[in-house]
């Protein structure tokens, strides 16, 4: 028998290693593993683990269709898995395991382990390129290493991919009569502990789903996206990160639907669809910095010079941040955003990040954490990659002059205070010409409870400019 390991990849169409198990005749089941105390270690957030069981779910009964039974494993930790895998595999009969390769480093080791387990049992494992379009160490400078920055690997990133192509493979064909499915629900190994694993109507899970964003937003806001992206009170953005990151859908399904739709692959800035496909690059540099650096995975900035920079710890302004209590609208309606649904649109990240550490000069770490245990699209790569190249520690980062004023944001971003208004209720009334510094206007009228701003942004940018300066010294 064939047993394949679902991770991040919990598609059936554009997965390698279900194709591959599925290539040949013979037996073929699915597992997939729950892990609650490592996803708390982890800070995976309620919402993402909602998501994803959600999708389990819907896998398994899709699975159940084609003839393939999915395994659900439980074990508390990573430590504890290579022997209950081992021990399913030799209940099951399994000769093959295959998998998506996993690109964080706990994960990394988690497999090697899992690996050896099974390998004395004399059972291989397959490995194959799941989540990114040119597997990791596939883009490399002349020396033969990773790039630093992202303009030079994006050009070669494009090059390569001229070079290699790629195709997208559809499902897999039945394997056998279709098979009962119980649902997640009525699982024992399912209980209170990892609370409710309904799909949450404002997420819906599903291959379907994830494809009819995808459509959606190249029909309605691609050829604008350059345009509209930075603007959080309009549709500008696909909000497909959550479906990527559980790998609902593939970047190579992301790339092949914009040049079906577009009719060419765009190259350059100049032409239409380019600036979409170069946030798809991004996600790809981020992940092959992850698995080419692994001191990322290991709450190490990629600069190591600035791991000596002297971040402030100060409990009642990272609570005030975490709740959206700052004083700044653009920052507070952000985070607010980011509580109440799990996601935040992606200029926000950049505002709220530079916040936290160029205005507050609180650690990136403590802001990545917290991230995690927020979003539902939560993905260490990407996470790693934003915050670090905010907080002016990472690879392209910012440079550290560069330093975002919170208001001057909301006011080029959010000019109406549209966005604002709908997650600070307290500036419900205020008018557009004090929305982003409400404060005068809101004495006037007799104060609403909306705080006042906690730093002096200008005094604060200042501070972490001699911050990075004495790095230098």
Same mark, same amino acid.
């Given at each position: 028998?064939?047993?394949?390991?679902?991770? &991040?990849?919990?598609?059936?169409? $554009?997965?390698?290693?279900?194709?591959?198990?599925?290539?040949?005749?013979?037996?073929?089941?699915?597992?997939?593993?729950?892990?609650?105390?490592?996803?708390?270690?982890?800070?995976?957030?309620?919402?993402?683990?909602?998501?994803?069981?959600?999708?389990?779910?819907?896998?398994?009964?899709?699975?159940?269709?084609?003839?393939?039974?999915?395994?659900?494993?439980?074990?508390? %930790?990573?430590?504890?898995?290579?022997?209950?895998?081992?021990?399913?595999?030799?209940?099951?009969?399994?000769?093959?395991?295959?998998?998506?390769?996993?690109?964080?480093? $706990?994960?990394?080791?988690?497999?090697?382990?899992?690996?050896?387990?099974?390998?004395?049992?004399?059972?291989?494992?397959?490995?194959?390129?799941?989540? *990114?379009?040119?597997?990791?160490?596939?883009?490399?400078?002349?020396?033969?290493?990773?790039?630093?920055?992202?303009?030079?690997?994006?050009?070669?990133?494009?090059?390569? =991919?001229?070079?290699?192509?790629?195709?997208?493979?559809?499902?897999?064909?039945?394997?056998?009569?279709?098979?009962?499915?119980?649902?997640?629900?009525?699982?024992?190994?399912?209980?209170?502990?990892?609370?409710?694993?309904?799909? !949450?109507?404002?997420?819906?899970?599903?291959?379907?789903?994830?494809?009819?964003?995808?459509?959606?937003?190249?029909?309605?806001?691609?050829?604008?996206?350059?345009?509209?992206? !930075?603007?959080?009170?309009?549709?500008?953005?696909?909000? /497909?990160?959550?479906? /990527?990151?559980?790998?609902?859908?593939?970047?190579?399904?992301?790339?092949?639907?914009?040049?079906?739709?577009?009719?060419?692959?765009?190259?350059?800035?100049?032409?239409?669809? #380019?600036?979409?496909?170069?946030?798809?690059?991004?996600?790809?540099?981020?992940?092959? /910095?992850?698995?080419?650096?692994?001191?990322?995975?290991? &709450?190490?900035? @990629?600069?190591?010079?600035?791991?000596?920079?002297?971040?402030?710890?100060?409990?009642?302004?990272?609570?005030?941040? *975490?709740?959206?209590?700052?004083?700044?609208?653009?920052?507070?309606?952000?985070?607010? *955003? %980011?509580?109440?649904?799990?996601?935040?649109? &992606?200029?926000?990240?950049?505002?709220?990040?530079?916040?936290?550490?160029? $205005?507050?000069?609180?650690?990136?770490? %403590?802001?990545?954490?917290? @991230?995690?245990?927020?979003?539902?699209?939560?993905?260490?790569?990407?996470?790693?990659?934003?915050?670090?190249?905010?907080?002016?520690?990472?690879? $392209?980062?910012?440079?550290? #002059?560069?330093?975002? &004023?919170?208001?001057?944001?909301?006011?080029?971003?959010?000019?109406?205070?549209?966005?604002?208004?709908?997650?600070?209720?307290?500036?419900?009334?205020?008018?557009?010409?004090?929305?982003?510094?409400?404060?005068?206007? =809101?004495?006037?009228?007799?104060? *609403?409870?909306?705080?006042?701003?906690?730093?002096?942004?200008?005094?604060?940018?200042?501070?972490?400019?001699?911050?990075?300066?004495?790095?230098?010294?």
């Amino acid at each position: 028998m064939k047993l394949v390991w679902f991770r &991040n990849d919990f598609r059936l169409a $554009d997965n390698p290693a279900l194709r591959h198990a599925c290539a040949e005749t013979g037996e073929v089941a699915a597992l997939f593993v729950i892990s609650p105390t490592q996803w708390r270690q982890h800070k995976m957030a309620a919402i993402r683990q909602r998501f994803i069981l959600a999708q389990v779910d819907a896998l398994g009964r899709e699975l159940a269709a084609l003839g393939i039974q999915l395994h659900l494993l439980r074990v508390d %930790l990573f430590a504890e898995l290579p022997a209950a895998l081992a021990a399913l595999a030799l209940e099951l009969g399994v000769t093959h395991l295959y998998a998506n390769q996993a690109i964080e480093l $706990d994960e990394l080791r988690r497999d090697s382990d899992v690996g050896a387990a099974l390998a004395e049992q004399e059972m291989s494992c397959h490995w194959f390129n799941g989540c *990114c379009v040119l597997p990791p160490g596939r883009v490399l400078t002349g020396a033969g290493e990773m790039f630093k920055v992202f303009t030079p690997f994006s050009r070669a990133w494009f090059k390569a =991919l001229e070079e290699d192509g790629f195709v997208i493979h559809r499902a897999p064909a039945p394997r056998g009569e279709p098979l009962p499915w119980q649902p997640l629900v009525e699982r024992t190994c399912v209980d209170a502990e990892l609370g409710d694993v309904s799909p !949450d109507p404002h997420w819906p899970v599903g291959e379907a789903e994830a494809q009819r964003r995808l459509h959606d937003f190249l029909e309605r806001a691609v050829l604008d996206y350059g345009e509209t992206r !930075d603007f959080p009170a309009q549709a500008g953005t696909s909000i /497909l990160s959550p479906y /990527l990151a559980a790998g609902i859908i593939s970047p190579r399904q992301c790339v092949g639907a914009l040049q079906q739709r577009l009719g060419y692959r765009p190259q350059s800035k100049a032409q239409p669809g #380019f600036v979409w496909l170069n946030e798809l690059v991004w996600r790809e540099f981020y992940r092959h /910095l992850l698995v080419l650096v692994p001191t990322l995975s290991m &709450n190490l900035p @990629f600069k190591p010079e600035t791991a000596a920079l002297p971040w402030g710890w100060d409990p009642e302004a990272l609570a005030a941040w *975490c709740e959206g209590r700052t004083g700044y609208p653009i920052v507070d309606a952000a985070m607010r *955003c %980011l509580n109440a649904t799990g996601w935040m649109h &992606n200029r926000l990240r950049m505002i709220v990040a530079s916040f936290l550490t160029k $205005d507050l000069h609180i650690h990136w770490r %403590l802001g990545e954490d917290y @991230f995690m245990s927020q979003l539902i699209d939560g993905d260490l790569a990407a996470n790693n990659g934003g915050w670090q190249w905010a907080a002016g520690t990472g690879a $392209d980062a910012a440079p550290y #002059f560069r330093v975002f &004023n919170p208001t001057t944001q909301g006011q080029r971003f959010d000019p109406q205070g549209d966005f604002i208004r709908t997650w600070v209720t307290e500036l419900a009334d205020v008018p557009v010409a004090y929305v982003h510094q409400p404060h005068d206007w =809101l004495r006037l009228k007799g104060g *609403c409870g909306y705080p006042a701003p906690m730093v002096d942004h200008a005094l604060a940018r200042v501070k972490a400019i001699e911050m990075f300066r004495h790095l230098e010294k």
